[in-house]
């Protein structure tokens, strides 16, 4: 699977949009880009993944660059509750058998300011 | 909205002892997955299960550990002989079926070993 990097930590002003980049350069043409988070010591949570368009849910929007390297999570109007660890993950979908364990790497801590 | 439950939320243990750690995945998910997450450091995947057998299991998932679905509803890992490197944040998760890439966590168990 196509290594992932993240900035460590990020803030953001509540109710301002917050934009979570992630770098993949090495990504294939069959992987995906998910987003989970990590809020304090709770399971993580999906959040969003795309292949090639930008997606878009009720949580936030996915913006993949046009050559796949890179995307954006935004969140929106972010809220004191947005505070956690992101992490971008990127995986093939249907590996067969289960075969998908999540590899996490560090993320960021996005720190959401009052 | 179906969840995915883990008992006990915090078990203490002495080294040496063995413990089971519980997991009720979502109804009717076909995937199922255990985590762990050592204080302060990333998530790691430790083993996918799938069809009443392992799919996919990491280093960390050695002969001390086994899982078992003992029956429709619960999802069981076992560490035989507990050691003080085993304290972490165990996270259980689950999967729809084939095709679709959302693992559903569990809110965890805190397993300390003294």
């Known amino acids: 699977d196509a290594k992932t990097t993240q900035p460590t930590s990020m803030d953001c002003a509540e109710g301002r949009a917050a934009n979570l980049p992630c770098n993949h350069s090495?990504?294939?043409?069959?992987?995906?880009v998910y987003w989970y988070r990590q809020i304090h010591s709770q399971g993580p949570q999906y959040i969003i993944h795309?292949?090639?368009n930008n997606e878009t849910n009720e949580m936030a929007s996915l913006i993949i660059t046009e050559d796949r390297k890179s995307s954006t999570l935004i969140l929106p109007h972010a809220t004191l509750r947005d505070t956690a660890v992101y992490y971008c993950?990127?995986?093939?979908?249907?590996?067969?058998?289960?075969?998908?364990?999540?590899?996490f790497g560090k993320g960021t801590h996005l720190i959401i300011q009052p | 909205e179906p969840e995915v439950t883990q008992t006990p939320s915090h078990q203490v243990t002495q080294m040496g002892q063995e413990v089971i750690l519980r997991c009720v995945p979502i109804?009717?998910?076909?995937?199922f997955y255990w985590y762990r997450q050592i204080l302060g450091q990333k998530v790691e995947f430790l083993v996918s299960?799938?069809?009443?057998?392992?799919?996919?299991k990491s280093e960390i998932f050695d002969d001390q550990f086994s899982v078992e679905r003992p029956d429709g509803s619960n999802f069981t890992l076992k560490i035989r002989s507990t050691k003080l490197e085993d304290s972490a944040m165990y996270f259980c998760?689950?999967?729809?079926?084939?095709?679709?890439?959302?693992?559903?966590f569990g809110p965890g168990t805190r397993l300390t070993v003294l």
């Open positions: 998760a689950s999967k729809a079926g084939e095709g679709v890439y959302t693992q559903y």
């Open positions: 090495t990504i294939s043409g069959n992987e995906y």
């Open positions: 109804s009717n998910h076909l995937y």
């Open positions: 795309g292949l090639k």
């Open positions: 993950i990127v995986r093939r979908l249907g590996t067969g058998g289960g075969a998908d364990g999540l590899t």
């Open positions: 299960f799938y069809n009443n057998e392992i799919s996919e």
